[in-house]
């Protein structure tokens, strides 16, 4: 009975082989940048799946993509090497590769004083050969672009696909293998199974901001959620924005569809999730992170240091607006290109280094919750960002934040009106302002980390295949 079949599911987990080079110069420039951690994932991932291998009622642990740090061979022997350990333990590993899982330009490094060296990386067309154990050779349908189907009961299949596209801007699925993706959701259901997908890419913007940047989501996502959904998938499990998300979207027709992102296991909150099918069509989903693992952690919790890891990310941006520029601008431009900004984006950075919530309050006319006062700025502005990641945003309405926020966004309408004009027009996410900053740090949902989900089981069919099991 497929009534109590459960998964782990284990995204982004980008293993470095410490031989490469964890420490000097070059790896600390590198890995300030990084929100993830780098060096350290090794004895993550251990202590991930040592966990993950203690739970002997659930056998399987799907991983979709972005299985190491940027392609190297090292790395991929060396990951190889622990899903061997986690098998030894009785567990069945599926999984599809990413764009981080194969070395060209410009991957893969390897660090060495302050130089970054180039190290041997993986060819993609290698990657199938390399991986074949872990989904591809227990496959009852594949396709060429890397994706397959796996039966992982009598009655549930997994539809893996790989989303690699052209390597380059097209990140989605090429026509010929959503036609082949469709049939396999077909030939499913005739015969009487449920079936979920797994893309390395989410298939839904996740964050209003996600609907502005190409890269954090499958291209032509809404075409894809509509086929999807019409056609009966309504779930499906995606990584790549190392963040915690769980998005539902309605077709035209009405069917729905829910993308459950999984934030990686090596980067703030460091989470992976358990799926247990309930018997009632419906599907619990639990998240857990990574609680200790075998580090110097300079005294800090590993909660604690992962979100140190992950904050450094940002105030180093917001300290070079006040005191770098050069560095604050090196992606987009360098400062000569930029010198007109220098005068106020250091001001600003100046600003933000000390002013309070209550300051802001005072510059722009507007009281702040005694409670929330001395906050700086900039702190909270962390904190908005690490929650879009760290998933269930918990500033919602109701609470001073929020109410702050409101009446920031109320104080700068003059301006936020012209952007909504302007850029609204182009993507009607940003003809709303107000909506969008609010939508991004409160969410009444607050079902990022654990949930129970309807899905659709076909009953009648799925007793059919029970039988014939
Ligand atoms: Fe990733
Ligand atoms: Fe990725």
Not at 37 to 61: M, N, W, Y
Not at 95 to 121: M, S
Not at 137 to 151: C, F, G, L, P, R
Request: with cysteine; net charge negative.
């Amino acid at each position: 009975m497929a009534g109590n079949f459960s998964f782990y599911l284990v995204t982004d987990p980008h293993f470095f082989e410490l031989s490469l080079g964890g420490e000097g110069e070059a790896y600390e420039a590198r890995s300030r940048t990084d929100q993830k951690c780098v060096a350290e994932t090794g004895a993550i991932i251990d202590a991930g799946f040592l966990k993950i291998a203690e739970d002997s009622e659930t056998k399987v642990v799907l991983i979709p993509g972005d299985l190491v740090y940027r392609g190297e061979q090292a790395s991929n022997e060396g990951f190889i090497k622990k899903l061997e350990w986690l098998e030894e333990r009785g567990k069945t590993i599926y999984l599809i590769t990413a764009r981080h899982d194969y070395g060209e330009t410009p991957y893969p490094v390897g660090f060495v004083g302050k130089e970054c060296v180039r190290v041997e990386g993986t060819p993609r067309e290698k990657l199938r050969e390399l991986y074949h154990h872990y989904g591809f050779d227990q496959a009852i349908s594949e396709h060429k672009s890397m994706s397959y189907v796996v039966e992982l009961t009598k009655s549930i299949r997994l539809l893996a696909l790989n989303c690699d596209g052209d390597c380059k801007d097209f990140r989605g699925l090429w026509p010929d293998q959503l036609e082949w993706a469709l049939e396999q959701i077909k030939d499913a259901h005739e015969n009487g199974c449920y079936i979920f997908a797994m893309t390395h890419y989410p298939l839904l913007p996740f964050s209003p901001f996600a609907n502005l940047v190409a890269d954090t989501h499958l291209t032509d996502w809404e075409m894809l959620a509509n086929t999807f959904a019409d056609a009966g998938l309504d779930l499906i499990f995606t990584g790549h924005m190392h963040a915690q998300a769980v998005t539902e979207f309605k077709s035209k027709n009405g069917n729905m569809i829910t993308d459950v992102q999984t934030g990686s296991f090596v980067g703030y909150p460091c989470s992976y999730r358990k799926v247990t099918f309930l018997d009632d069509d419906k599907i619990d989903i639990k998240s857990y992170t990574i609680e200790d693992f075998d580090w110097d952690k300079g005294g800090k919790t590993a909660e604690e240091y992962f979100k140190w890891r992950f904050d450094r990310m940002i105030t180093d941006i917001i300290d070079a607006m006040a005191y770098d520029f050069a560095f604050f601008t090196r992606l987009f431009g360098g400062p000569e290109k930029n010198k007109k900004l220098k005068v106020p984006v250091t001001a600003v950075g100046r600003l933000l280094q000390k002013m309070t919530l209550k300051g802001l309050g005072r510059l722009l006319f507007f009281k702040v919750d005694k409670s929330i006062e001395n906050i700086l700025v900039k702190d909270l502005a962390v904190e908005f960002v690490r929650n879009v990641f760290g998933g269930n945003e918990p500033y919602v309405d109701g609470t001073p934040v929020n109410d702050a926020v409101r009446k920031l966004l109320k104080r700068l309408r003059p301006v936020t009106k012209i952007i909504e004009k302007k850029a609204g027009a182009k993507n009607p996410v940003l003809s709303d302002i107000d909506k969008f900053v609010l939508d991004t740090i409160g969410d009444e949902k607050q079902r990022d980390y654990n949930t129970v989900l309807n899905i659709k089981w076909k009953r009648e069919e799925q007793n059919q295949c029970q039988k014939q099991a």
